[in-house]
């Protein structure tokens, strides 16, 4: 990435992990809710509609995310936006069927607790090598492309 701009100026150095999450909420749009596939409205309205619900579904994931992660003292960024779906997706027809007392003292704090179980692991910018990647690749035109991880060297 580009640490100056075209005008001359330095960029922020924490633009990079900013499109990065940027990245991240896409894909969890698209890929994890099932946005990307086919729409199942017809018409505009109701596309808007549907794409309001994903886009609200998304959001309550991520403040239950932020509220396990206030409980249990963990960066809500360091949680799994999958797992946390998964959860709040297995428990949702416990909660729709719950008196409010028993969802609000019972199940949304049981759910707090297992959305806190799911970390990822903190990977800030890469920099380590990724598993198994010790063969040289082929770029084509005779540049080779060394691996980030050394193999086994035997002496």
């Known amino acids: 990435m580009a640490t100056r701009s075209p005008a001359g100026q330095t960029l922020d150095p924490g633009l990079y992990h900013w499109r990065w999450e940027i990245e991240t909420t896409f894909t969890e749009l698209k890929v994890r809710q099932g946005l990307e596939g086919s729409l199942r409205s017809r018409t505009p309205e109701g596309i808007v509609y549907e ?8 959001l309550l994931v ?6 396990a992660a206030a409980k249990s003292n963990q960066e809500p960024l360091r949680l799994s936006f ?32 297992r959305i806190a179980e799911h970390q990822v692991p903190l990977r ?10 010790t063969k040289v690749r082929n770029k084509g035109q005779g540049k080779h492309r060394l691996p980030s991880k050394l193999g086994v060297i035997k002496a």
């Open 51 to 58: 794409v309001a619900g994903h886009l609200l579904l998304y």
């Open 82 to 113: 999958l797992n946390a779906l998964r959860e709040l997706l297995d428990m949702s027809q416990t909660l729709l069927t719950a008196s409010p007392q028993r969802a609000s003292c019972v199940l949304v704090p049981r759910l707090l607790v």
């Open 124 to 133: 800030p910018g890469r920099h380590y090598p990724r598993p198994g990647d």
């Open 62 to 67: 991520r403040w239950l995310m932020v509220e």
